[in-house]
């Protein structure tokens, strides 16, 4: 009899003791924003390339001129087997894979909550709010949900704002707005 209390009480205490720990874990793992998450990228796919920048100013410099000066590629290591080149400021040259770009890519740091992505692909301009939706249409090269604007782009391209499951049935206002103070 005093065994099988001492065995009841043992396995209450373990189990109380276990879902404390639970929680403990549940509490650790809150979301809470990283201070090395990357809040912008954008992407240009040309060639059975996709070029890959953090940096909105070499970013701009690419698109004038089709090059940048300094740059890490990685052959085939797109998610279709495309070579990723990575652009990179000369601040940056030396730091090769240690840069936020690739390090996103990697998955080694997050994208920030208020995540704001452009890929030009196909002669159209996708604009994105999150990274996995990025992630989505480079993968299987068009999204789900969308709102397109034809012709609403700086040089007259189509522009096609990605949207996903939480936000499919309403006009996405905020990322159009984002986009033009990214485009103007």
């Known amino acids: 009899m005093f065994f099988k209390q001492l065995r009841t009480a043992l396995l209450v205490l373990l189990s109380v003791a276990a879902i404390g720990g639970c929680s403990q874990v549940k509490e650790a793992s809150a979301p809470v924003e990283n201070a090395n998450a990357v809040a912008e990228i954008y992407e240009v796919h040309e060639d059975g390339r996709i070029y890959a920048f953090y940096d909105k100013a070499l970013y701009d410099e690419f698109l004038q001129v089709g090059e940048t000066a300094f740059r890490l590629t990685q052959i085939a290591a797109g998610p279709n087997g495309e ?12 730091k090769g894979a240690d840069t936020p770009a690739v390090k996103l890519y990697a998955g080694k740091v997050p994208a920030a909550d208020a995540f704001y992505g452009e890929m030009r692909r196909h002669g ?15 993968q299987f090269g068009h999204p789900n949900f969308f709102y397109t604007e034809i012709g609403s782009g700086p040089k007259g391209e189509t522009v096609v704002y990605v949207l996903n499951k939480s936000n499919k049935k309403k006009k996405p206002v905020e990322l159009m707005t984002e986009f033009k103070k990214h485009n103007d």
């Open 83 to 94: 070579t990723m080149v990575y652009g990179l400021t000369k601040g940056d040259k030396k």
């Open 124 to 138: 159209r301009i996708y604009v994105f709010s999150t990274f996995t939706d990025m992630h989505t249409v480079r």
